[in-house]
């Protein structure tokens, strides 16, 4: 609004202070000729159809002060009058639509501040302002436009992310799109959305490694029902997996068979107990075809063989079997084959039949094994071509595969799947090369940011790939390059604003120039030279100015207006300095003022006064105007020269201040948009400095401040988003990629004691695992030892004690099952349920689900009493939940019916203790049936987090073991109690305590 009033001061002040001038000039001039006022009359016809009516209306005065009996000069007055009142009207009605566009402007309603800013533009077409507020909107808008499509490509970008569940480029992604439009609900939701579903992800990933390795493991050993359990879970929890459904069509074929093997066992078992020697030898040969390796149905058969000798004599049976191996041999059934060879040759041991026929045979067997070998070899291969995205070659492996064995499914199957993948690589490059090729298009376009859409793109469907990441690398330099050169323009814009302030001309074109060659698009710069060329000019006008001050001066001359007069040389003076004429009159004019000075000291006085009285009200304009008067009653007196030199100063000072919050209010402008907040707070600041009530840099002010305030909450984000990922990764001792986030996270928030400590702690732990590897590598030596010495008892022990220090080992656990299999003869069922328990619980034990550990050592122990593992492993659990505890929140026996709650309460944990923390509850169901018991935990009225028990009916106390340290909202918040609610029965709580794992 300062703007505005100033405007209109300044075309009141145009509008009034000629036509007080003119109208002491026309007072003066009623004796003029016929004429004089013909000529007057003609120069205000002349100002009048220029559209200059302050002038016209002067011209007309001056005509009727000569002629007052005219009536033309009168109309012409009038009409200039209503066009003067229109003009006045015009500018206060700008003036009202101006405040209303500004305001609009400020409401960020650019549509409707447009239409205000071009009604106040029609209103006055000469005014620049409303064009230059109607073209800064239209950057607005632009930015605005900018910021959606980048908010687009970067949501584009997301969702082809999350097509290959690249999770963290997507959420990168996300970022961005933040950037173009903060705080965007969509985006804020999605991206808590992603983050659940990542640690989920994550999660089931690491569920379903563990689940696949030990039914791989169930699998080796032939514990088909178990294995095909594990798989089962596998495959529930990533559905999308083709190896646990693969494995688990392998295992029901091999329980077929197994079932068949068994069904033929027990028939050969019951007709060889009944001495039905024959119809037994065909259900063991039957059996030995399924299982070729086994030696029960081979050692049946050499009884049976031995048996049927003695009841049919040995020329007999010999002949039978050299028979019998001949027919298996020519079904290719090679075990039973030289089963039968074996027992003709036992019978005869001089026959060189036999044992010619089982050379042969071993001849065949070993083509078959490597044939077995090399399609083995291919599967493997296959796979792993298939793992490096190499489908070519995997086509090639499996291939092979099924030349080596035409009958077998799993290569025609992987066949199969490799065309498909085939098929579908070739759709990526075809996408991949069609973003490629639209992005160079638009490069050669010279559309940069477009172009970078689609080389991005490409990167999403290929990452890593060359080419793509050279063209993003070209278009990154080419930004640079426009950057470089927009902040050169900045310069150079700058530097000729403040020469051209200054009113260095020359050197303000000059920057001018540069900067319209390095934009040539810009109309401001050549606006700004137009301005200096007109204003050069000036210098040619500067002869008619002078002669118009000469004839001025002359006019109040003759009308005794001496100071007027003498103002009028001066100003002729000003222009040509030590012209004659200017210089006598001047002197002329001095002479006869000092005759007037005696008579005018009253005068003077008095406008001294006056004078003095407004310029302490601060009223420059009008105390100068009475010290002019002054000076002009007494020239010599310096006192008025003195203020009015001054108020000069003080009004220039104003100007020059008005100059300067000018040139740092737009030159601050200009910095925040280019980003450099802490450069153009410093002008804001400034600028504030000048004019401390001013509105407009405090506003900045604050928006600067908002922008740090984001920007370090931003930093914040990113440093915890680090540190959760970071502390999962060191509890689950992952500790190089552990180390690698607390670095980053260092970086963001340098000197932070939480990851330093981290750091730290990762030093000692690596310095104490290098120490236990050392011992593990000695006790697995001294097992070995042992184990080839065939002293398996105290193999096991050592190899036990080396599993418990590194459960994640696979050797120590399958000498352990190796030694548990030479044990099991006796007892195969109860053993193969022991180890299941233990393998269970050794795995509950490594993830520190105590819990469940319990449970199956228990078990193993009822199994297997004389055991030491599980017997040690539970005083372990016991031993480690008793030293551990930090809370200890209900020792006495408390009883909750069905639907009821009890709350507990307790001091909330220090965070440190928080992350590897879990809660111990003992607890009994009392009900007929299996129920659930609703574990909750908060803060003051909050609930943050809780756990569902599966509770049965029983006699003693259960214990329940909750890993409280994996829910999010345990360690951010100081959670001060928890709640028990039993649905479908009640319970008898004897024990509630928080431990550190």
């Keep these: ?16 202070i000629p036509i007080i001038i003119f109208s002491f000039i026309f007072n003066t001039l009623s004796s003029q000729t016929v004429s004089e006022y013909n000529r007057v009359l003609d120069k205000g016809n002349e100002y009048y159809t220029k559209g200059d009516l302050i002038n016209a209306k002067a011209s007309y005065e001056y005509a009727l002060r000569i002629r007052p009996e005219e009536e033309i000069p009168k109309e012409k007055l009038d009409e200039v009058m209503i066009k003067l009142r229109e003009k006045m009207t015009h500018m206060d009605q700008y003036t009202r639509v101006i405040s209303e566009a500004d305001e609009l402007f400020r ?36 930015e605005s436009r900018a910021n959606q499509i980048a908010y687009e490509d970067a949501i584009y970008r997301a969702e082809k992310y999350l097509k290959y569940s690249k999770y963290e480029k997507a959420l990168e992604e996300y970022d961005k799109a933040l950037q173009a439009i903060p705080d965007d609900p969509t985006v804020l939701e999605r991206i808590a959305e992603l ?3 990542k640690v989920e992800l994550e999660k089931n990933m690491e569920i379903y490694d563990e689940i696949v390795m030990n039914a791989d493991r169930l699998l080796m050993l032939k514990y088909y029902r178990e294995a095909k359990e594990e798989y089962q879970k596998a495959s529930e929890a990533r559905p999308d997996e083709e190896y646990p459904r693969m494995k688990i069509t392998e295992v029901d074929n091999l329980l077929i068979k197994r079932g068949e093997y068994e069904r033929l066992i027990d028939s050969a078992d019951e007709f060889y107990s009944s001495k039905n020697l024959d119809e037994a030898k065909i259900r063991y040969q039957q059996a030995l075809t399924l299982y070729p390796y086994e030696n029960y149905p081979k050692d049946m058969l050499s009884k049976t063989n031995a048996a049927l000798i003695e009841l049919k004599g040995a020329d007999v049976i010999y002949n039978e079997a050299v028979k019998a191996a001949d027919a298996f041999l020519a079904k290719r059934d090679y075990s039973n084959a030289i089963k039968e060879y074996e027992n003709a040759s036992s019978i005869k041991p001089v026959e060189r039949y036999p044992i010619k026929k089982i050379a042969e045979i071993n001849m065949i067997r070993e083509e078959m094994e490597n044939a077995e070998l090399s399609y083995n070899m291919a599967l493997k291969r296959g796979e ?40 579908a690589q070739n759709e990526v490059m075809q996408s991949f090369n069609q973003s490629m090729d639209r992005g160079v298009a638009l490069m050669q376009n010279a559309e940069y940011d477009k172009a970078r859409v689609e080389f991005e793109n490409a990167l999403v469907i290929l990452p890593n790939n060359k080419s793509a990441k050279e063209k993003l690398n070209e278009i990154k330099a080419h ?18 604003d403040a020469f051209f302030a200054d009113g260095d001309f020359d050197k303000a074109r000059n920057n001018y120039v540069k900067a319209l060659t390095i934009d040539a698009s810009d ?111 007494k020239p010599k ?21 008005q100059a300067e919050y000018n040139q740092l209010m737009a030159a601050a402008d200009r910095m925040l948009e280019s980003g450099e907040t802490d450069k153009a707070k410093e002008k804001y600041e400034q600028a504030s400095e000048i004019y401390p009530n001013e509105q407009a840099p405090r506003d900045k002010l604050k928006e600067i401040a908002l922008l740090v305030v984001n920007n370090e909450i931003s930093v914040q984000n990113a440093y915890n988003d680090l540190i959760f990922e970071a502390d999962v990764l060191f509890s689950n001792q992952k500790y190089d990629e552990a180390k690698v986030k607390y670095q980053k996270a260092l970086k963001l928030k340098p000197g932070e004691g939480h990851p330093t400590q981290r750091l730290e702690e990762m030093k000692g732990l690596s310095q104490t695992l290098e120490k236990e590897e050392d011992h593990y590598s000695r006790l697995i030596a001294e097992a070995d030892r042992l184990f080839t010495s065939k002293e398996y008892q105290q193999a096991k022990e050592k190899y036990m004690e080396a599993s418990l220090m590194f459960p994640a080992e696979e050797h120590p656990k399958n000498r352990i099952e190796e030694i548990n299999l030479l044990n099991r003869k006796a007892n195969q069922n109860n053993q193969q349920a022991y180890d299941k328990a233990i393998a269970d619980a050794d795995k509950f034990f490594a993830a520190a689900e105590y819990s469940n550990a319990l449970d199956s050592y228990r078990q193993a122990l009822e199994m297997e009493p004389d055991e030491n593992h599980p017997l040690q492993m539970i005083e372990k659990i016991n031993k480690i939940l008793s030293d551990n505890a930090m809370r200890k929140i209900l020792n006495s026996s408390v009883n909750i019916q069905n639907n009821d709650e009890e709350k507990f309460s307790f001091e909330p944990l220090a965070p440190e203790d928080r992350k590897g923390s879990v809660l111990l509850i003992s607890a009994r169901g009392i009900a007929s ?37 994996k829910q999010n909202k345990w360690f951010t918040e100081d959670n001060n109690w928890f709640k028990l609610i039993p649905q479908g029965g009640s319970i008898e709580v004897t024990r509630i305590e928080i431990v550190k794992e």
């Design 929 to 965: 049936r299996s129920f659930k018991v609703f574990v909750n935990f908060g803060k003051g009225g909050s609930k943050n987090g809780g756990y569902i028990l599966p509770v049965t009916p029983s006699d003693s106390a259960e214990e329940f073991i909750i890993p409280l340290g």
């Design 523 to 633: 109309p401001y710069p050549a606006d700004k030279i137009t301005e200096i060329d007109t204003q050069l000019k000036i210098t040619v006008e500067q002869q008619k100015e002078f002669e118009k001050s000469i004839a001025t001066g002359d006019i109040y001359f003759g009308n005794e207006e001496y100071e007027n007069a003498k103002d009028a040389y001066e100003k002729a003076l000003s222009i040509k300095p030590g012209a004659k004429y200017a210089n006598d009159k001047i002197k002329e004019i001095e002479s006869l003022l000092k005759n007037e000075a005696d008579g005018d000291e009253e005068a003077y006085a008095a406008a001294i006064k006056e004078a003095d009285g407004l310029f302490a009200l601060q009223n420059y304009a009008e105390a100068k105007l009475l010290y002019i008067k002054a000076s002009n009653l």
């Design 1 to 16: 609004m300062i703007h505005y009033r100033f405007r209109l001061n300044m075309v009141v002040f145009r509008l009034f």
């Design 195 to 197: 983050r659940v579903e």
């Design 479 to 496: 930004f640079e390059e426009e950057k470089k050169k927009a902040k050169q323009y900045q310069e150079f814009i700058v530097n000729g």
């Design 384 to 423: 792993q071509y298939i793992a490096a995205n190499d489908f070519e070659n995997a086509k090639i492996e499996f291939e092979k595969a099924n030349t080596l064995k035409p009958k077998e499914k799993l290569p025609i199957e992987k066949l199969s799947q490799v065309e498909k993948s085939l098929l």
């Design 107 to 142: 409401k960020e309603e650019f549509e409707l501040a447009i239409k205000k800013y071009q009604e106040a533009s029609s209103i006055i077409e000469s005014e620049g302002y409303p064009e230059e507020k109607i073209r800064e909107i239209e950057g607005k808008k632009d």
């Design 637 to 657: 007196e310096g006192y008025p020269k003195e203020k009015i030199k001054e108020i000069e100063g003080l009004l220039n000072d104003i100007a020059a201040r």
